[in-house]
């Protein structure tokens, strides 16, 4: 199985960025999913999921409102829309199964680079 991201880059502060998850597995549109994000020196942590149809999602505290999780589940793909983006956003973020329902998961991929800059 292999989950690809994409999309991240160096923005400003107050900017957008799209990212994506591609996934090689029909799997994919039978598990909830989730975007995880890394900073240095930190522990990955789980900053938005969806449920397999996508009609349920949540949002770490520190995103609500400002970040949205979809999927095309025909694609298999996930997306992060990332707005009103803020320095403390700057992480290496990744995909992968949501890990408050389920214990099993994907191999991680390389994940994609977010810089936001003040």
């Known amino acids: 199985v292999q989950l690809v991201e994409s999309g991240g880059g160096l923005v400003q502060a107050g900017g957008s960025l799209r990212l994506s998850c591609a996934a090689s597995?029909?799997?994919?549109?039978?598990?909830?999913m989730g975007w995880y994000r890394q900073a240095p020196g930190s522990q990955r942590e789980l900053v938005a999921a969806i449920s397999s149809g996508g009609g349920n999602t949540n949002y770490a505290d520190s995103v609500k409102g400002r970040f949205t999780i979809s999927r095309d589940n025909a694609k298999r793909t996930m997306y992060l829309q990332m707005d009103s983006l803020k320095p403390e956003d700057t992480a290496v973020y990744y995909c992968n199964v949501d890990s408050r329902s389920e214990s099993s998961r994907y191999n991680w991929g390389q994940g994609t680079q977010v810089t936001v800059s003040s």
């Open positions: 597995t029909i799997t994919f549109i039978l598990r909830p």
